[in-house]
């Protein structure tokens, strides 16, 4: 069956960066749009970053120029290298796949969390 596997949370300072791992099992990751949700404490569960199987990328406001996802089709792996992280990005951050950047598909990873603190 498809597994998606998040690693790679912690804890951080503000200003400072992490990198997410999300390995997939059961499934052609280059077949998928995958995506990067978060959810806080009292707060809905919003996407963060998306990347198409064809590439295109998409980006929530909030994190426009310090985020980046990435992915290995080769891995099966995809990534989101956090820079310059804030207060306000402590969540538990959960990996997607399914057929759309926009909006989240049917496959979950169990959600990796990152706090920043000082």
């Known amino acids: 069956q498809v597994q998606l596997v998040e690693s790679g949370g912690g804890l951080v300072q503000p200003g400072g960066s992490l990198r997410l791992s999300c390995a997939a099992s059961g499934m052609a990751l280059r077949n998928y749009a995958m995506g990067w949700y978060r959810q806080a404490p009292g707060k809905q569960r919003e996407l963060v970053a998306g990347?198409?199987?064809?590439?295109?990328?998409n980006y929530a406001d909030s994190v426009k120029g310090r985020f980046a996802i990435s992915r290995d089709n080769a891995k099966n792996t995809v990534y989101l290298q956090m820079n310059s992280l804030k207060l306000e990005d402590t969540a538990l951050y959960y990996c997607?796949?399914?057929?759309?950047?926009?909006?989240?598909?049917?496959?979950w990873g169990q959600g990796t969390q990152v706090t920043v603190s000082s």
């Open positions: 997607n796949a399914g057929n759309s950047i926009a909006s989240p598909g049917d496959y």
């Open positions: 990347i198409s199987s064809t590439w295109w990328t």
